[in-house]
């Protein structure tokens, strides 16, 4: 997400400071010193334990940083004189199962956190409701569903869908292993989520909270047929229990009503694109290899 954000930015006119790469987000005064330095307009928080699945084998480190770290990012921001607008960047797995009858899902509706992840992340969404109610910091706060495009890790399901497609068609093998197929998730590309982020701290209202999201979900397993078909590869699908998370969402498919009523933004990368590009940039990393 940063690799976008940070040229997207640049690209408007913004000026941009990175924080460095050895600074951990948990380090309170590390962190403040660094802030109060800059003295920022607006914090976009990217910083996160980003894994769903490994969250529950490691909750407690799930939770030191996307509830700590965030806390630790809030206090930097109070310390800056000029009390920047601070976007943080939840998830819809915030929502956790939710009743075919109840979707799209809107930003109110209950949360119900299934994985350590989704609960690390709502204790994050309300300290940051905490810093703005009691303190009266500007943050705003955005729910990406699933965000996708080059440059994301082989941890996520579509790029690893991807390579996996690729590395069986080079090297003449019929079967991939795969995890759950059944489930429907409401992709959007990196580069429109970014566009939402930016448009949110320039029009957004603090306090608030805005799904980021096409308002469409589609199967993973017609993803992994999307992305089978654009390599002309016939692949059987095997099923992998250690692929397979303790417990995992059906559906979400957002409502993006809010968002776009606040900012005007739409979604303009197609689905279709997002995945010939990623298909793009596996090819050109497993040639290198």
Same mark, same amino acid.
């Given at each position: 997400m940063g690799s976008w954000l940070v040229p997207h930015l640049r690209d408007l006119g913004d000026e941009v400071a990175e924080a460095p790469a050895d600074l951990d987000v948990t380090r309170g005064e590390a962190l403040k010193e660094v802030m109060v330095a800059w003295e920022p307009d607006a914090v976009y928080h990217l910083a996160a334990?980003?894994?769903?699945?490994?969250?529950? +084998?490691?909750?407690? +480190?799930?939770?030191?940083?996307?509830?700590?770290?965030?806390l630790a990012l809030l206090e930097a921001a109070r310390a800056c004189r000029g009390r920047p607008r601070v976007l943080l960047v939840s998830s819809a797995e915030v929502y956790?199962?939710?009743?075919?009858?109840?979707?799209?899902?809107? +930003?109110?509706?209950?949360?119900?956190?299934?994985s350590p992840y989704a609960a690390s992340k709502v204790a994050a969404e309300f300290l940051g409701v905490q810093a703005h109610l009691a303190h009266g910091l500007a943050v705003?706060?955005?729910?990406?569903?699933?965000h996708v495009g080059p440059g994301q890790s082989p941890d996520f399901v579509v790029p690893a869908m991807a390579r996996r497609?690729? +590395?069986?068609?080079?090297?003449?093998r019929a079967t991939i292993k795969?995890?759950?197929?059944?489930?429907r998730r409401d992709f959007t590309d990196v580069r429109d989520v970014v566009r939402a982020y930016r448009l949110l701290v320039l029009s957004g209202e603090p306090g608030q909270v805005y799904n980021v999201c096409s308002g469409r979900d589609v199967a993973i397993k017609e993803v992994v047929q999307r992305l089978a078909a654009l390599v002309d590869a016939n692949l059987r699908l095997e099923p992998d229990p250690g692929l397979m998370r303790p417990a995992d969402?059906?559906?979400l498919r957002g409502d993006p009503s809010r968002l776009v009523q606040a900012t005007g933004w739409r979604p303009e990368v197609s689905l279709e694109q997002?995945?010939?590009?990623?298909?793009?940039e596996w090819r050109e990393t497993l040639v290198t290899r």
């Open positions: 334990w980003s894994h769903v699945g490994r969250s529950w +084998e490691h909750p407690e +480190e799930a939770l030191r940083v996307n509830a700590l770290g965030t956790g199962r939710v009743q075919p009858a109840d979707l799209p899902i809107g +930003e109110d509706s209950p949360l119900r956190p299934v705003l706060r955005a729910r990406p569903f699933n497609i690729l +590395e069986a068609s080079r090297e003449g795969v995890g759950n197929l059944s489930a969402v059906a559906v997002t995945l010939a590009d990623v298909l793009a």
